[in-house]
């Protein structure tokens, strides 16, 4: 079965701008969760969507937020960006149930100047 | 807070050889799960293994084994046999819930 797709996987835009990054997640998984990865960081959780609910959400501003669709497909934007907001980011799809493997895509690059 | 350590940015080996890679973390949870991720020059992010934090026996899979240790808040990674395939960073994270927390990882490189 197809894997997590996240598109597009590179980005580059200026200061100010807004972007926003789509993640498909695993057929028949309902829990999609986005990280930002940085060099030094790790990653850092975002926010988790479930059934098309925010159940979880990291310390981020509010330029960072995201939605997801019935079909699960999950969209973030970023509004106002800014330096700092050149990261990998990281979309993980998993299914119900607790504590269950997380599977991740390949990441939207994104590089801002 | 959910808090996971990996003191060790970065580490090398000799070809099949082995090598041990530390994570300490910290939760008030009793139920929850432990993970190993792999992340080769590719990006993709790959399981390597998972514990179950209410198991006492480690988990093990093929040439990689943790050793953990629940009342110490200690899950580390053994990769025995190293392959140069192994290159890559290692993030270990806690997982309680949907929700994940990493560690800031660890880069390996085995070395031919």
């Known amino acids: 079965k197809a894997g997590v797709t996240q598109t597009p996987r590179y980005l580059i835009k200026t200061r100010g701008q807004q972007v926003t990054l789509s993640c498909s997640p695993i057929?028949?998984?309902?829990?999609v969760s986005w990280y930002q990865q940085t060099p030094g960081q790790g990653l850092q959780f975002l926010f988790e969507?479930?059934?098309?609910?925010?159940?979880n959400k990291g310390n981020f501003p509010g330029r960072f937020s995201g939605r997801q669709f019935s079909n699960s497909r999950s969209e973030m934007n970023v509004s106002t960006l800014e330096l700092g907001d050149s990261a990998l980011y990281l979309c993980?799809?998993?299914?119900?149930?607790?504590?269950?493997?997380?599977?991740f895509g390949q990441g939207t690059r994104l590089t801002v100047v | 807070a959910q808090t996971v350590t990996q003191s060790q940015p970065e580490m090398s080996v000799q070809e099949a050889e082995t090598v041990t890679l530390s994570c300490t973390y910290d939760?008030?949870?009793?139920?929850?799960?432990l993970f190993w991720y792999k992340q080769p020059p590719s990006r993709q992010m790959i399981l390597v293994i998972r514990?179950?934090?209410?198991?006492?026996q480690n988990a093990t899979e093929n040439r990689f084994s943790v050793n953990f240790q629940k009342a110490a808040k200690s899950f580390s990674l053994k990769i025995s046999d190293s392959q140069l395939g192994d290159t890559a960073m290692y993030f270990c994270?806690?997982?309680?819930?949907?929700?994940?927390?990493f560690g800031t990882g660890t880069s390996l490189t085995v070395i031919p």
């Open positions: 514990q179950e934090a209410y198991k006492q």
């Open positions: 993980a799809s998993s299914s119900l149930g607790k504590n269950t493997e997380a599977f």
């Open positions: 939760t008030s949870e009793n139920n929850y799960y």
């Open positions: 969507y479930f059934s098309e609910t925010q159940r």
């Open positions: 057929s028949g998984h309902r829990s």
């Open positions: 994270a806690f997982g309680t819930g949907n929700q994940f927390y």
